[in-house]
Structure formats: structure tokens, C-alpha cells
């Protein structure tokens, strides 16, 4: 586990005692904890938002939860380096960023009954790192000119398509492809056109496409449309705050990010200074990500266990919100902890 910044250090301990009662619950061994240091803290003992020793401990492991940090505070040199989980996500090549946008039962949403997956390439586009692509990211060839370049490569494209596909086949069948063709005619033109290459081999996912500009107009009217939607790395960066907004709360906007070898938690949002150390924190987000992530593992070692350490994790945290136990952005009273500890009460039943 790794705190981060911000309301990190209240998020992440309310999911480990959470995925806790979940594991015991499930009849899974217990998790063994090892906090790594990362963020404003790591600066602080290490010198280094994001330490080596940090990304050497996770070499040997394959799933842990990620706090939100605050880079943008970070003094400089950090806020000018690549951000930590830029950086993590960078070193392991985790290039899927699922992210799903899922309403509860009986709390307020601008759309009830949205239940849909944003599936957000995670390595390209405009957030492209310099050291992997030459000549992309973000440089300044004199002090009044700033330059963004972008890319989008075929193997990329195909791969993060594959990963919304094969979800969509589990799901209700429908992919979403999101661009911005008319303007970005070549870098979005082939995420598109890759990605409509990608549905034939699906006959069975009905596929469709929206312009950004236009999806966020559908997204505020009809989410609960929507299944899975697939789309490039900034685009999918915003759109996945605007669904969690949409289905209650960005405080309940969960994600893992994936390669084949291995997934890290980590909430959609970021680390929330403006309520940080408060106890007011929504939990949600970082305890479902956990419960992605379980999920995820249990796939990957074929460990049914695992499986139902996640659903036992979803059903009590839908059945606590659907009690009236809430945190403030969603209308309740409830702190981060207590939010948290109704959570795991509720697995434990
Ligand atoms: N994955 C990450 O680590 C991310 C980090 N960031 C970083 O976070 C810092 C703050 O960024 P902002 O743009 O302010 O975005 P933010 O997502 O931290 O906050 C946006 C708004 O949503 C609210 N919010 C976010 N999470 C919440 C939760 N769990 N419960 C209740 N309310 C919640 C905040 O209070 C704020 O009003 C920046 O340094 C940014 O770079 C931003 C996005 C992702
Ligand atoms: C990690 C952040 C700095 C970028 C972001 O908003 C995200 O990837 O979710």
C-alpha cells in the first residue's frame, strides 16, 4: 500500500480495513501489508516523490493500492518530473485504465441507473512520456511557446481495444469508441479506426462512436445508456471524473490500472487538499478500486476466493449506502472512517 497525499492517508487505511474483513470473510489468507513510501512524505525521506526503493518493492509484487498524490503542489524540481503514478504506470507498463461509473440504489445521481466502464488507454496521447516515445510530451523551444505532442500507435490502440471488447462480452455487449476525428484527424482518426478494425473480431459487442465534445452532452443526459466506452488517455482522464460526477459522486469513481502481469488500485480522483485531514472523505472510490483489484487477482490466479472477497466488498458497501449511511458528498454525516467501519461490518454479516 502506498498513502499518497491529501486524503490519501484517510482512503487507503479505510480500504485496507475493509479488503481486511473482506479476505477473513471470503476464507482467503489474510493480505500482508507493506507501506512504501511515495509522495510528499517520500520527497521529505527520500528525496524523491517516487522512490527507486518504492519501485523496487513493487517488482515483486502484483497488486497493491495507490493513494491519491498532489503533485501539483510538490515543490520544484518534483512538479516539473513526471507524477508518481505517472511514473508507476510508466515503469510497468500498466496500460489499461478501467474505470467504471456505477449509480447506488436508492442515492442521488444526475443519472440514475448509470452502470457503465470507461476503458482509458493509459500510456499515450497527449500524456505521452518524452523517455518512452522521443519527441512527444511537453517541451518549451523558447520561453513564450509551449509545445504538447501526442501519439497514438497502432499496437496501442489494438491492445486497450481488446480490453474493452473481451469486457464488453462479459457485460451487455455494447462498446463505445470516443474521438475527436473531425479535428485530431490523424493521432483520434486511428484510435478510431483501430478500434472499428478490433469490433469485427466481436461480432456479437454492438459498437458506435461519439466526438468528446459531443459524448459529454450524452453522458449528462443518458449515462445509463452506455456500457463499455473506450477512448485515449486525456479524453478518458476527463470523461472518467464527468461519469463518477454523474452517478453520485467523483468521490465513488473507482479504477484499477492493468497490464497482463499485474494491477494497481487506485480512485479516480486525485487527493482532494481542499478536505484533506477532515474525516470527510469519501472512501468509496479507493474501497471499490480495492475490490476491482481483488477481483482482478482472483482472475488471474484463478482464485475463487479472491472473487468473493470483491463481491462481499461491493454488496456491503451498496447495502451501507443503501442503509442511509453516507459521506457528505453524498447529502450524509458519515466520516471517512465510520463510513468505513459500516463497510466492513456489513462484509462481516
Ligand atoms: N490519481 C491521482 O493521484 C490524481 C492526483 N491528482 C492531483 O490531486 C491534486 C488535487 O487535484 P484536483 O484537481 O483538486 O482534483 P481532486 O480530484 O483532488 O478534487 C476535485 C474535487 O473533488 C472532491 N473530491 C475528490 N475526491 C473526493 C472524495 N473521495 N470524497 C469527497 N470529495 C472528493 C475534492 O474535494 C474537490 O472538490 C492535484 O495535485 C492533482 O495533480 C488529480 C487527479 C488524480
Ligand atoms: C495522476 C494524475 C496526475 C493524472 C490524472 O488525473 C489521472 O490519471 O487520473
Known amino acids: 500500500m502506498l498513502e499518497g497525499d491529501g486524503i490519501g492517508p484517510e482512503i487507503v487505511p479505510a480500504s485496507v480495513l475493509v479488503v481486511d474483513a473482506a479476505l477473513a470473510a471470503a476464507g482467503a489468507p489474510p493480505a500482508e ?3 512504501l513510501p511515495l509522495g510528499a512524505s517520500a520527497i521529505g525521506t527520500h528525496g524523491d516523490a517516487l522512490p527507486a526503493s518504492t519501485l523496487a518493492a513493487l517488482e515483486g ?3 497493491w493500492l495507490l ?5 501539483a503542489a510538490y515543490p520544484e524540481p518534483h512538479r516539473s518530473k513526471l507524477n508518481p503514478s505517472g511514473g508507476i504506470r510508466k515503469h510497468f507498463d500498466l496500460f489499461a485504465n478501467i ?4 449509480s447506488f440504489d436508492g442515492a442521488d445521481a444526475v443519472v440514475p441507473g448509470t452502470d457503465l466502464v470507461i476503458v482509458r ?4 496521447g497527449f500524456y505521452a512520456d518524452r523517455s518512452t516515445y522521443k519527441g512527444t510530451g511537453e517541451f ?9 505532442m501526442g501519439i497514438v ?6 491492445r486497450i481495444a481488446v480490453e474493452a471488447f473481451e469486457l464488453a462480452s462479459r457485460r451487455r455487449g455494447r462498446v463505445t469508441i470516443v474521438h475527436k476525428a473531425n479535428v485530431l484527424k490523424l493521432t483520434t482518426g486511428l484510435f478510431r479506426d483501430v478500434c472499428r478494425e478490433v469490433a469485427a473480431r466481436y461480432p456479437q459487442v454492438s459498437v458506435d462512436d461519439f466526438h468528446i465534445d459531443a459524448m459529454t452532452v450524452h453522458l449528462v443526459r443518458r449515462a445509463d445508456a452506455f456500457d463499455v466506452i473506450v477512448t485515449e488517455n486525456m ?10 460526477e454523474i452517478a453520485g459522486s467523483l468521490g465513488i469513481a473507482p479504477s484499477i490500472n492493468a497490464s497482463h502481469e499485474r494491477a494497481m488500485a487506485q480512485a479516480a480522483h486525485g487527493s482532494a487538499p481542499d478536505i484533506a485531514g477532515q474525516d470527510v472523505a469519501n472512501p468509496i472510490a479507493m474501497i471499490l478500486s480495492s475490490a476491482m483489484l481483488l477481483d482482478w487477482l482472483g482472475a488471474r490466479h484463478q482464485d475463487p476466493a479472491l472473487a468473493r472477497a470483491a463481491t462481499l466488498i461491493e454488496t456491503a458497501v451498496a447495502g451501507t449506502v443503501r442503509g442511509g449511511v453516507r459521506t457528505r458528498d453524498m447529502g450524509g454525516t458519515a466520516g471517512t472512517r465510520a463510513f468505513a467501519e459500516a463497510v466492513a461490518a456489513g462484509v462481516k454479516r
Open 33 to 35: 501489508w507493506v507501506e
Open 121 to 124: 488507454e493509459n500510456t499515450q
Open 153 to 158: 500507435t497502432r499496437p496501442a490502440v489494438e
Open 235 to 244: 479524453f478518458g482522464d476527463i470523461l472518467s471524473d464527468l461519469a463518477g
Open 140 to 148: 518549451m523551444p523558447t520561453p513564450d511557446v509551449a509545445i504538447a
Open 99 to 102: 474505470r467504471p461509473a456505477k
Open 67 to 71: 493513494g491519491p498524490h498532489d503533485s
Open 61 to 63: 509484487l502484483d497488486g
